[in-house]
């Protein structure tokens, strides 16, 4: 069984410029989630992807977007990078049911950095 | 709103002593789900256990057990006759039923485990 992967590994952009990130989900998962994880604190939900649309979404300005292709992998978007946005960003994928709390397994992240 | 309490930043202890990490969550919802995962030094978020509101049965796996109070709003995690690799920071995490697409973590507690 293949687990969530990411890429790249590490990032380095300057304040204004835009970024994409790469998630590729586990086997048999049909949901993306993904979420920004600032140095020394506890993850935060930016949005969440199922069957291609958004599927719930955190307190994140609209120049977080995102994608979710046909074989489940996602695409996390960031415009106009702030130096706030330097962060670890973890997506998690997760098997879509009738039982919503489906556990979310994570990918090793991908370490952004805006100078 | 949701909210994750992890009142502990920091956690040393040496080789084989028991620890325990707490967990105090708040939610309106009658329906939840408690999570734990720990965040070794790469920074994958590796999944633990998850636990929904109406099991409050403790669970026991291995070295690791959890006690889930539903009275007190708890959820606490504790490792038995820890060991240097149990060294990472470990979070619990909450999904609820009217946010029930994300996850809300705590801030996490960092474990150091000393030979």
């Known amino acids: 069984e293949t687990g969530v992967t990411q890429s790249p590994t590490h990032l380095i952009k300057t304040r204004g410029q835009q970024v994409t990130l790469r998630c590729s989900s586990q086997?048999?998962?049909?949901?993306v989630s993904w979420y920004q994880q600032a140095l020394g604190q506890g993850p935060q939900f930016i949005f969440q992807y199922y069957r291609e649309e958004e599927n719930g979404r955190g307190n994140f300005p609209p120049r977080f977007s995102g994608l979710q292709f046909p074989n489940y992998s996602s695409e996390l978007n960031v415009n106009a990078l702030e130096l706030d946005d330097s962060a670890l960003y973890l997506c998690?994928?997760?098997?879509?049911?009738?039982?919503?709390?489906?556990?979310?397994?994570f990918g090793p992240g991908t370490r952004l950095t805006v100078l | 709103a949701q909210k994750v309490t992890q009142a502990q930043t920091e956690i040393s202890v040496v080789e084989k002593e028991d620890v325990t990490l707490d967990c105090v969550y708040e939610?309106?919802?009658?329906?939840?789900?408690l999570f734990w995962y720990k965040q070794p030094p790469s920074g994958e978020l590796v999944f633990l256990i998850r636990?929904?509101?109406?099991?409050?049965q403790n669970e026991i796996s291995g070295r690791y057990s959890w006690n889930f109070q539903k009275s007190t709003s708890s959820f606490n995690f504790t490792i038995t006759a820890s060991q240097v690799v149990d060294s990472a920071v470990y979070f619990c995490a909450l999904s609820g039923d009217t946010g029930r697409r994300a996850l809300t973590f705590g801030s996490g507690t960092r474990l150091q485990v000393q030979p």
């Open positions: 636990r929904n509101s109406f099991d409050e």
């Open positions: 998690a994928s997760s098997l879509e049911s009738a039982e919503w709390g489906d556990t979310q397994y």
């Open positions: 939610t309106r919802d009658t329906t939840y789900y």
């Open positions: 086997s048999g998962h049909n949901t």
